[in-house]
């Protein structure tokens, strides 16, 4: 049986150093997911392309070499709190991503998996943050890219959204004592912890 090959793709959560890192996994969730993977006798070949500061604009552009050229069988797509936190972050406002043109772009994406690769199963991920010091208004513009990340969902995967925004809302609420993310946007370990768990949860591996 051929090894499956798994992307994951995305900016900074996703990215977490990989290319410090002598497998190209990073250090964060896409680590934990193929170690847990491995630890079961089963892990497939897993390619991390997630880069720090990366927008859905960003994705877009590289998307041909990063993606479909690439083959994978399974494809994770972790994207979004950049194009929010543009919107509020004075040094970045040229690169901060509307929502329809983010709705337009992931669709332009995933259709073109579907079409080029359509055997490629495809994993869409809730962004997930707050944002200091705006965080109302940037968390009340959250929930509309999260609402489009569903329609994807809905439109191209067999699995729904992973629920990572929800996911951290619950642990915050639940477990205020511990760090989850170290800047209210970059999780901690525990919080990596989390998404790996939250995403492993949703494609039905645990």
């Given at each position: 049986?051929?090894?499956?090959?798994?992307?994951?793709?995305?900016?900074?959560?996703?990215?977490?150093?990989?290319?410090?890192?002598?497998?190209?996994?990073?250090?964060?969730?896409?680590?934990?997911?193929?170690?847990?993977?491995?630890?079961?006798?089963?892990?497939?070949?897993v390619l991390?392309?997630?880069?720090?500061?990366?927008?859905?604009?960003?994705?877009?552009?590289?998307?041909?070499?990063?993606?479909?050229?690439?083959?994978?069988?399974?494809?994770?797509?972790?994207?979004?709190?950049?194009?929010?936190?543009?919107?509020?972050?004075?040094?970045?406002?040229?690169?901060?991503?509307?929502?329809?043109?983010?709705?337009s772009s992931?669709?332009?994406?995933?259709?073109?998996?579907?079409?080029?690769?359509?055997?490629?199963?495809?994993?869409?991920?809730?962004?997930?943050?707050?944002?200091?010091?705006?965080?109302?208004?940037?968390?009340?513009?959250?929930?509309?890219?999260?609402?489009?990340?569903?329609?994807?969902?809905?439109?191209?995967?067999?699995?729904?959204?992973?629920?990572?925004?929800?996911?951290?809302?619950?642990?915050?609420?639940?477990?205020?004592?511990?760090?989850?993310?170290?800047?209210?946007?970059?999780?901690?370990?525990?919080?990596?912890?989390?998404?790996?768990?939250?995403?492993?949860?949703?494609?039905?591996?645990?």
């Amino acid at each position: 049986m051929t090894q499956q090959r798994w992307l994951f793709i995305g900016d900074s959560i996703t990215d977490y150093q990989r290319r410090d890192d002598p497998q190209g996994w990073g250090y964060g969730y896409v680590r934990m997911i193929r170690q847990w993977l491995a630890g079961r006798g089963s892990a497939p070949e897993v390619l991390n392309r997630g880069i720090s500061g990366e927008t859905m604009r960003r994705m877009a552009a590289r998307w041909e070499e990063d993606v479909l050229e690439l083959t994978p069988n399974l494809l994770s797509v972790k994207i979004g709190v950049n194009d929010v936190g543009c919107h509020f972050n004075p040094e970045r406002t040229d690169d901060a991503v509307g929502l329809d043109e983010f709705r337009s772009s992931y669709d332009r994406c995933l259709s073109g998996v579907k079409e080029k690769l359509p055997e490629c199963r495809i994993v869409v991920c809730e962004p997930c943050g707050i944002f200091p010091p705006r965080v109302q208004e940037s968390a009340a513009m959250l929930k509309d890219y999260i609402a489009v990340v569903g329609e994807m969902a809905a439109r191209y995967s067999e699995f729904p959204a992973v629920p990572l925004h929800a996911a951290f809302v619950d642990a915050m609420a639940a477990k205020p004592e511990i760090d989850w993310t170290v800047d209210g946007v970059h999780p901690s370990p525990v919080g990596d912890a989390l998404i790996a768990e939250t995403w492993m949860r949703t494609v039905g591996l645990v």
